[in-house]
């Protein structure tokens, strides 16, 4: 069984630039090359639950929240289950890591959530 971190419910699939655009940081400079860790550790290198349900495990388990329940010991509210994507992180960097002071988790969880609200906003 992974170990799940974090569970990230997006309606949307991220962009690099738009992450570095929300959290202002430039392309190119120490920012970037710090939060580009972030942007791959919560995008990239994690797994698309609903994707991996989808694909592989929709014949083992009736619903996707079983999925998640019986394979991560995770419960997830319908709200979340219905977004476009969700996201297990099972490492963070050290920027994000609640047990260093001056991290910096809740700057790109407002980042995150302000890119959900405007890509939400664009679909209506």
Known sequence: MDNAKLILPMSWHPDRDEFFEALR???NGLGSQLFGKVFDCLFVHSLDLKREYERYY????RTLSEYIDVRYGEIISNDDLEAQHIF????LPQIM?????????????????QLED?????QT
Do not use: G, M, Q
């Open 25 to 27: 940081i430039r392309p």
């Open 97 to 113: 890591d609640a047990d260093y002071d001056d991290n910096k988790l809740d700057a790109v969880f407002e980042c995150l959530a």
């Open 118 to 122: 405007t890509h939400l906003e664009n």
């Open 58 to 61: 929709s014949v083992e388990y």
């Open 88 to 91: 297990l992180v099972t490492w």
